[in-house]
């Protein structure tokens, strides 16, 4: 007998700013739209454990997404690519993941996204509270400064590896082996990209002095972060969602920069109450 | 108290040369690294793999790609099995606490993986400080 997942995989084509991209996501559940953004220079495996997760499929309608140039999701097909430098704006980032969540026609989806995905959360509840639900902006801040590095696509180094043992530290070393040897493998797969995401994360994304304007009666704001997270450090998202009307800050114990990937049944407890608080407030 | 320096480059020259995720991938990581620990400092050098030589009395002029550099206490927080948050690996302590990366960091990133894996065998070692 074989083991299927009921995880599907689909490909859905979206125009954002004139280039074309054809979108691969996964997906299993009902209910309300749980919409999932992997961290920069990886893909949506990072959400294995959430799409398979029960008694969260049950209620909510998990979509995990490739964005365009990682995992499944090629670089624009109407557009020779290779002809520039890779560097995601906040800008094209928010209307790529409008255009997907119009082209699947989500209802005031909750939008749920880790480190540049964490970002990107906090820039959606400023420019897009009326688009979705809520969202959780994991492992994230206001500004995320210094880690816009040439090291990562260095010709000179095993860019692969380079950035998959450099970001190997920003797991925490309780979470399993075989977690971290999964997340260390993704982050292999992506290197090419990785750069051009963290000019989003490290240069571009800079909300400082504009947290007040976020109005969580229409967008709540609940941020999540890992106590072995050296780049965005508990206080630092703390200190971002104080500033945040109504903004909701849960520290997670003794887990990292991919709580999702490196240790999902320890990630699982702060979502469910991250959900759980949603359900409140909408 | 606390383990002599040249007991500790036995254990760790074992300890490295049996790792088997450094076996698993061991060809070309060939280079030469200096551990400051404040008041011990060790000279690696590694070949293919394997421990070479483990220098453990560095003189003004003894060669080296690349050095870490921290106190004594913060190497102490390395080789705890379960490290606290920030003193879990090189960028962590590097970004918040007093690690300096010094010399041909390049060699370090073309030797990244290894390196990483090997530098986390202070868990299960200790350190001489």
């Known amino acids: 007998m074989a083991k299927h997942s009921p995880v599907i995989g689909r490909y859905v084509t979206i125009d954002v700013d004139g280039y074309e991209y054809k979108v691969f996501y996964l997906r299993n559940g009902q209910g309300i739209p749980l919409v999932c953004q992997h961290t920069a220079g990886c893909h949506n495996h990072q959400w294995r454990g959430l799409l398979e997760d029960e008694e969260i499929t049950k209620h909510y309608d998990v979509i995990a997404y490739d964005l365009a140039r990682h995992g499944k999701s090629d670089p624009p097909l109407n557009k020779e690519w290779w002809k520039e430098e890779y560097r995601l704006t906040a800008s094209h980032y928010m209307n790529f993941i409008v255009a997907l969540c119009d082209a699947l026609e989500l209802d005031k989806p909750i939008f749920m996204g880790s480190s540049f995905g964490g970002n990107v959360a906090l820039q959606l509840a400023l420019h897009h509270p009326d688009r979705f639900r809520a969202v959780i902006p994991v492992e994230a801040a206001e500004h995320a400064p210094g880690f816009f590095l040439d090291w ?9 590896q380079v950035c998959a043992s450099g970001v190997w530290d920003l797991m925490a070393p309780q979470s399993p082996d075989m977690d971290r040897w999964l997340t260390w493998h993704y982050y292999t797969q992506g290197s090419e990209v990785f750069k051009g995401d963290l000019f989003f994360y490290s240069i571009d994304h800079d909300l400082r002095g504009k947290l007040g304007n976020i109005d969580t009666r229409k967008c709540p704001v609940i941020m999540m972060t890992g106590t072995y997270d050296y780049l ?10 104080r500033q945040i009307p109504g903004g909701i800050y849960i520290e997670m114990e003794d887990i990292g920069h991919f709580p999702m990937s490196e240790n999902y049944p320890l990630f699982a407890v702060y979502l469910k109450e991250a959900l759980r608080i949603i359900e409140t407030r909408t | 108290m606390v383990m002599g320096v040249r007991d500790w480059a036995i254990r760790f020259g074992e300890t490295s040369d049996r790792d088997q995720t450094i076996g698993a991938m061991a060809r070309y990581y060939t280079c030469t690294f200096l551990w400051d620990m404040g008041t011990q400092k060790v000279i690696v050098e590694m070949v293919d793999g394997k421990v070479y030589r483990i220098n453990t009395d560095p003189q003004p002029l003894d060669a080296y790609d690349f050095a870490l ?16 948050p920030m003193y879990h690996g090189i960028w ?11 010399g041909n960091i390049l060699v370090m990133m073309q030797n990244l993986r290894n390196f990483t894996v090997q530098f986390e065998l202070l868990r299960k070692v200790g350190v001489p400080v």
């Open chain 1, 232 to 241: 965005t450090p508990p206080e630092a998202t703390e200190n971002t969602a």
């Open chain 2, 69 to 84: 550099r921290a106190s004594p206490a913060t190497w102490r927080e390395f080789a705890k099995p379960i490290p606290d």
């Open chain 1, 152 to 160: 990562w696509r260095h010709p000179h180094a095993n860019a692969a």
């Open chain 2, 92 to 102: 962590a302590a590097s970004f918040r606490r007093d690690l300096k990366i010094e």
